[in-house]
């Protein structure tokens, strides 16, 4: 197999278990199992200098959503999956689900947005901290594209999948 062919293979199977464990509406017993893990662990981390900045980045896109009057709900932290991120947190903007997922390196994160990328995924990437907002690429999509570059300005990162 090449390294070209083994890329691509992985972006989609990534890409294809990210946007499968994004699409868990909470109600299996794994869910609610993993649901009290993470506020425990939410709990646990919440002093360390790793969640303080993760908080910052997760404010920085939730700031600017308020500044943009754009609708979004609480971000709640949830399974981060074969999605590579460290964190992931389920919010839903202007009525569709969406996400912010924080990443571990830069590697990480160019290898999500390639497999994004090759799904039509409309995300905004902060140029700092390895981070993304993961705007709804299937019935809000038209919404979704029209906000992007909108959000991208407020956070001084770029708009991709539009």
């Known amino acids: 197999m090449s390294r070209k062919t083994f890329a691509a293979s992985t972006a ?6 990210f946007f499968t464990a994004c699409s868990d509406d909470g109600d299996s ?3 609610a199992t993993s649901g009290a893990t993470s506020a425990q662990e939410d709990q646990a981390a919440a002093t ?24 979004h709900s609480e971000p709640t932290r949830t399974e981060v999956g074969l999605s590579g991120a460290r964190m992931v947190f389920d919010v839903q903007v202007n009525g ?19 497999a994004s990328d090759s799904f ?17 690429s299937s019935e809000g999509i038209a919404d979704s594209a029209e906000i992007a570059p909108k959000i991208a300005e407020a956070v001084g990162g770029t708009a991709h999948g539009v």
């Open 12 to 17: 989609l199977v990534v890409a294809a278990l």
């Open 29 to 31: 017993p794994a869910a």
């Open 48 to 71: 360390t200098p790793a969640a303080t900045e993760s908080q910052a980045l997760v404010e920085r896109f939730t700031t600017a959503l308020d500044d943009l009057g754009i609708e």
């Open 96 to 114: 569709n689900d969406a996400g912010i997922n924080l990443f571990p390196d830069a590697e990480t994160l160019a290898t999500w947005q390639e």
């Open 120 to 136: 039509g995924g409309i995300h905004v990437a902060l140029p700092d901290g390895n981070a993304v907002l993961s705007l709804n």
